[in-house]
């Protein structure tokens, strides 16, 4: 992806913006046509049982979009507001290659034959789960149903999938693809709706044999309680973060400063591995929180169909609203808020990139994810300390570490707990790597070869025969 | 496969133009640095279809150093992603697609295979290899180690550079593509010299791979045998228990020796039957070997192609004499058909025993040979009793049997009630004399990785 992004470094926002100038990216379409808004099932659409449909709105504007049937391409950047150059070139990018992974490895998940005791002859067969219900977020719509359609898929199991109820018009649209690509009907059914009622219906349901969300941990519990007073059905969960950035004295200081403003701004703030905690050594604090700021005030927000925006709005208005509610107590708990700290305008749901300095630990904003454009950053001394700090959380999805040194990285790489530890750079994914949570933030994996171990029963054969032979 | 029932395919193209017949190095194409070339024919009329450069030394010398430049570290293709590898190598896929009938046509006029089994099988099996293949080639992942010690240990699967390949004639697009499909997935590049009998399929795919990138550095020419793996010979045995489905019995037997005129390294050539249901077995062989039409592979309706040149088919018949002397008993065939080309009635021989040349040396022609078993644990014995250990299949409804057959079997795929049945996901090679090493699958990227552990001092070491 984001190697995409991420390997563009410092100039993220010149490469994007002549990309879109040498039109290698084709100009948006701004006001597309709504094809697709209903339940997909068994390959056809319907509407709701209960007829309800709930609208979608356009967070750049706050205006409704369409109304969609509420079951418990430029379509992206309307429903989400994501920067319409990033999806195209990023979100898309990664989908595909996401689905091309996984579709390498449908023949290719090998069982074993294994060299039991005894006359017995014993393999085992790596067989789909079965009923795959899948409930994935707004925040990344389409690479969120690439990843969870992916490896279900290739393994040979069926989906149920909740759509999020702020963004559900790309998925609806991959879903007419799915039928036009050939899959059998009822492979893969798509219901747009709401979490109380629909993702509980899927988490809860005695016939689905699994489940796997991604989203809030404070959902993700709720996921976990109904799988386990149902019928006890699989559980993957990827949910908050709060990640440290941690930046030793000795990084290069012009591409740390840039991979830590990229690390936490990216999607207007809204990714669950966001570098939310910006751990600078001391050496170096002042210079970096100075060029950080800098770097935060020249964010352009704007209209996400403009080329030239960096930042679009946040999704909703309840996001929006509880962003500002992180960034008052930020100020009421003193915090040094250094750029930034309100909307950014009229309409539309726009916050202004902030920066805080001088966070504390036990400061609101430096425990809490607040999933949106406010950067926190602390001071540390030592490396040891900066461990401690580190893995003080509850959540533990990702981390990275900006140093030149070979030991300080093995050093760190090993003792962070965080599923994945990015080593001078962030927001590198590929889906070769897995991607998941230690504590708070999840269980299973995600992506890679780890990725198909969710949706795979694995059934020991054992035969009993005449003679074992080596 | 029998003609009937086949899904409807075109014809093969007529007056099909040659267009490359010279040496593919860097994308681009040599005449020899000789000036040679050579003559290549269509076996079923004995007729020159063109000449092809003929690559010698100086020509490989060329085609290696390309190689070895294109591997150099730095270069397009030692730092591109993984993942493009394996898109390079499904768009490689699409364009063999694309042009199936034109590979059909050329593949069954170049070696006299019959042009719906290379329409419908052969190319498939190209397609379906390099699809395969490239979803392989970002999933090719070393491991890391808790090796003892403040040390962290990983490996690195690497490609092993420059890797010579020489295919056969008797399957000339799917050895090709079984080749240079594993090799070019882990990363590897490739000097790959084709069958003097049938380069020109090879030729076209060489043009494919210029059009899919400029990335890709393939080359052709004439080369000494490296080291490496080996896929060779075979004289493979059927096992037909009393209790197996007859009929099916022998027809997957008979295609497991007929396919392909013969000409397969796998065939079914020394047929074990149990006793109590020898005659009847020998019978409906006898009946089966007898539907077929001769002519040309190009021609409908046609389902026996030509031998793929002079010297095979005077082997062969070399044999088929050595059958009748040394006391077999000739059941029907037995002699060449036709004034023109290379063809070889279908022979079926039964009374044949373990010493006669028929039972042990590899025939690679229409010559089937049955023989009578009592035991299991003779015939196992008997089975195994060969220098070869290429593949070998056991008819029977016994779970036991089964089980225990196919364990004591020398042989690098055994198939239980059924023959000749292979897909890329499966690996392919064989024991003892039979060749070494494994292809297909995902062993068959064991010999195109070289594997490196990097142990790297830590302080502290942390499980």
């Not at chain 2, 009635?345 to 006669?356: K, R, Y």
């Amino acid at each position: 992806m984001l190697r995409a992004a991420a390997t563009l470094g410092p100039s993220l926002g010149r490469r994007l913006l002549s990309a879109a100038a040498t039109q290698a990216v084709p100009a948006p379409n701004q006001q597309p046509e709504i094809f697709y808004n209903k339940i997909f099932i068994d390959n056809e659409w319907h509407d709701a049982v209960s007829k309800k449909t709930f609208p979608t709105v356009n967070p750049a504007t706050g205006e409704v979009i369409c109304q969609v049937a509420e079951g418990d391409k430029a379509l992206e950047t309307l429903d989400n507001g994501k920067p319409y150059v990033i999806s195209y070139l990023v979100d898309l990018d990664m989908v595909l290659k996401c689905l091309r992974y996984y579709a390498g490895w449908a023949d290719k998940y090998h069982g074993k034959t294994i060299p039991i005791d005894g006359d017995f002859f014993s393999y085992t067969r790596h067989e789909p789960v079965g009923v795959c219900g899948q409930i994935i977020p707004w925040n990344f719509p389409l690479l969120m149903q690439a990843w969870k359609l992916g490896p279900a898929l290739a393994t040979g199991n069926v989906v149920v999938m909740k759509v999020a109820e702020q963004t559900p018009l790309t998925a609806l649209y991959v879903a007419n693809l799915i039928k036009e690509a050939g899959f059998p009907p009822g492979v893969v059914n798509i219901v747009p709706g709401f979490g109380p009622t629909a993702g509980a219906a899927v988490a809860s349901h005695e016939d689905v044999d699994k489940v796997a969300f991604t989203g809030s941990t404070e959902i993700g519990r709720l996921i976990q309680v109904a799988a386990g007073s149902s019928n006890l059905k699989r559980v993957t969960l990827e949910l908050g973060g709060k990640s440290p950035n941690i930046i030793m004295s000795d990084a290069d200081m012009d591409w740390a400063v840039e991979q830590a403003h990229f690390a936490l701004f990216f999607n207007q703030g809204q990714c669950c591995c966001a570098g939310s905690r910006t751990f600078v050594q001391e050496d170096v604090y002042n210079e970096f929180v100075e060029r950080s700021v800098a770097r935060a005030k020249s964010r352009v927000v704007g209209n996400p169909f403009d080329s030239k925006t960096e930042q679009g709005p946040q999704v909703d208005e309840t996001q929006f609203k509880k962003i500002l509610g992180y960034i008052n107590s930020g100020k009421q708990e003193g915090a040094k808020l250094l750029c930034g700290g309100g909307p950014a305008a009229d309409r539309g749901y726009y916050i202004q990139p902030t920066v805080f300095g001088d966070v504390q630990d036990g400061m609101t904003i430096a425990k809490e994810e607040i999933f949106g454009p406010v950067m926190q950053i602390l001071k540390f001394k030592t490396i040891e300390e900066v461990v401690g700090r580190a893995n003080n959380s509850s959540y533990g999805l990702a981390a990275a570490v900006f140093t030149k040194d070979l030991d300080k990285a093995n050093y760190l790489s090993q003792a962070l707990q965080a599923g994945t530890v990015w080593v001078n750079c962030y927001d590198v994914f590929g889906a070769q790597s897995p991607f998941g949570g230690y504590k708070m933030s999840g269980s299973g994996r995600e992506l890679g070869e780890y990725g198909l171990q969710a949706y795979t029963e694995v059934k020991t054969v054992t035969v009993k025969i005449p003679q074992k032979n080596s | 496969m029998s003609s009937s029932g086949k899904p409807d395919i075109p014809a093969p193209l007529t007056n099909l133009k040659i267009q490359y017949t010279k040496i593919f190095i860097n994308n681009e194409w040599h005449s020899s640095v000789s000036g040679k070339k050579f003559p290549v024919f269509n076996p079923a009329t004995e007729e020159m279809i063109c000449h092809v450069e003929e690559g010698d030394k100086e020509d490989v010398d060329k085609a290696v150093k390309a190689a070895r430049q294109a591997f150099q570290i730095g270069s397009p293709w030692r730092t591109m992603d993984a993942s493009e590898r394996g898109r390079l190598l499904f768009k490689l896929a699409d364009l063999i697609e694309r042009d199936r009938l034109l590979l059909a046509t050329m593949e069954a006029m170049d070696s006299g295979k019959i042009f719906s089994n290379a329409y419908l099988m052969d190319v498939t099996v190209c397609v379906k290899a390099l699809q395969y293949y490239a979803g392989w080639a970002d999933k090719i992942q070393g491991r890391t180690i808790p090796a003892d010690g403040n040390v962290f240990t990983y490996t690195r699967h690497e490609p092993i550079g420059v890797c010579g390949q020489i295919i056969p004639w008797n399957f000339p697009l799917v050895m090709l593509i079984g080749k240079i499909a594993p090799a070019l997935s882990c990363g590897n590049t490739v000097v790959l010299k084709p069958a003097e009998e049938t380069p020109l399929t090879a030729l076209h795919v060489a043009s494919l791979i210029k059009e899919v990138g400029k990335i890709i550095k393939e080359a052709a020419g004439k080369s000494n045998l490296k080291r490496v793996t080996l896929e060779l010979g075979g004289k493979s045995p059927c096992i037909v228990f009393a209790d197996a489905d007859l009929d099916s019995a022998v027809e997957f037997a008979h295609q497991g020796v007929f396919f392909h005129q013969g000409q397969c390294c796998i065939a079914a050539s020394r047929l074990f039957v149990e006793e109590s249901i020898y005659d009847e077995f020998v019978r409906r062989s006898v009946e089966r070997a007898k539907k077929y039409v001769f002519g040309n592979p190009l021609a409908a309706g046609v389902n026996q192609g030509p031998q793929v040149n002079k010297q095979q088919r005077d082997k062969i018949l070399d044999l088929i004499e050595s059958g009748k002397k040394e006391g077999a008993k000739l059941e029907c065939g037995g002699g060449p058909w036709g004034n023109k080309g290379y063809f070889i009635q279908p022979t079926v021989f039964s009374n044949v025993t373990d010493d006669m040349r028929i039972a042990k040396e590899e025939i690679f022609g229409p010559v089937q040979q049955i023989m009578k078993f009592k035991s299991l644990d003779d015939v196992i014995k008997r089975a195994n009793n060969t220098h070869y250990g290429l593949a070998a299949g056991i008819f029977t409804k016994d779970l036991d049997k089964a089980i225990t057959v196919s364990s004591a079997l020398q042989a690098g795929t055994v198939w239980v009630n059924c023959y000749l049945v292979a897909s890329p996901q499966c690996s392919f090679g064989g024991f003892k004399m039979s060749g070494n090493g494994r292809e297909m699958g995902e062993y068959g990227l064991h010999e195109y990785t070289e594997v490196k552990t990097v142990t790297v001092k830590i302080s502290q070491k942390n499980s």
